[in-house]
């Protein structure tokens, strides 16, 4: 079988889901949804989630240990890139050196919406600092081909707004991205159900980052558990290499050739 291994900067995974830490009820459900994803790339808003910043509140890298999982750090919650910058150097020091991080610069906080001139900023100054830096942007083909350039590990283009569960508003503009790139292209936010996983797999996405669309599903175990399903599927489905659409023409799915041609009424 060929290999199928994803591989971001220096590292290499078997899963291509990856999975955000915020906004379950509680640490072990965390760790259930995790473990039913199959997930090895976990994200961790810095901002948001203690890992060992604060003492004495919990922490998730008791239940999620760097040693079985590949930590994410993002800068979620940033607005400019001085704040970003300094937050992924925070993660850095946390994390004892890990320089694999999400660079995400916001634009405002009602649709969260990457504010890419502050991305560009921040991604640069961090590559030149050692970061393997995975980047959260919008869908324009011109920046991702910008944000690579830099060099950007990986391409992360929202699919919708973050928590919209809208699914993927634009396949045009995530395929251009496909065509161009030279590094993996993940799609980021968005992602509403297992279908839209799916969709963003068959396009050609070397992987799909979530968080609310488990984490705030009715069953959100269940969910992390379809989502792994969605995305193995799909990137199945890309491999094997889809029918060409054909509009208006119509093709039988048995073989024509050598029917018994009908019986003429005597």
């Known amino acids: 079988m060929t290999d199928d291994t994803l591989r971001i900067g220096t590292r290499k995974f078997s899963s291509r889901l990856l999975l955000g830490t ?126 690579e350039s830099i060099g950007c590990v990986a391409i992360m283009p929202l699919a919708s707004l973050i928590g919209s569960g809208m699914g993927i508003l634009n396949p045009w503009n995530i395929q251009l991205i496909l065509e161009k790139a030279n590094v993996p292209v993940i799609v980021d936010a968005g992602v509403g159900t297992a279908s839209d996983a799916t969709i963003a797999m068959e396009l050609g996405c070397a992987g799909v980052l979530m968080n609310t669309a488990v984490a705030h599903a009715k069953d959100p175990v269940r969910m992390a558990g379809a989502m792994r399903k969605a995305v193995e599927a799909g990137r199945e489905a890309f491999l094997a290499g889809r029918m060409p659409k054909k509009l208006y023409s119509a093709s039988p799915s048995s073989p024509v050739g050598g029917v018994i041609a009908p019986i003429k009424a005597a």
């Not at 060992?52 to 998730?60: A, C, D, F, I, V």
């Not at 969260?112 to 324009?140: H, I, W």
């Open 22 to 147: 915020g906004k379950y009820e509680d640490l072990a459900q965390t760790k259930a949804a995790v473990d039913a994803s199959g997930a090895q790339i976990i994200t961790v808003a810095i901002r948001r989630t203690n890992i060992g910043q604060t003492k004495g509140e919990p922490n998730l890298l008791d239940v999620l240990p760097p040693s079985k999982y590949t930590m994410l750090p993002n800068s979620a919650g940033c607005y400019t890139a001085d704040d970003a910058v300094r937050t992924l150097r925070l993660a850095r020091e946390l994390l004892d050196g890990h320089a694999l991080t999400k660079l995400e610069v916001l634009g405002d906080p009602q649709t969260l919406y990457p504010n890419m001139p502050e991305t560009m900023k921040a991604a640069e100054q961090l590559v030149r600092e050692g970061f393997e830096v995975m980047v959260y942007c919008s869908d324009d083909p011109i920046q991702a081909q910008t944000l």
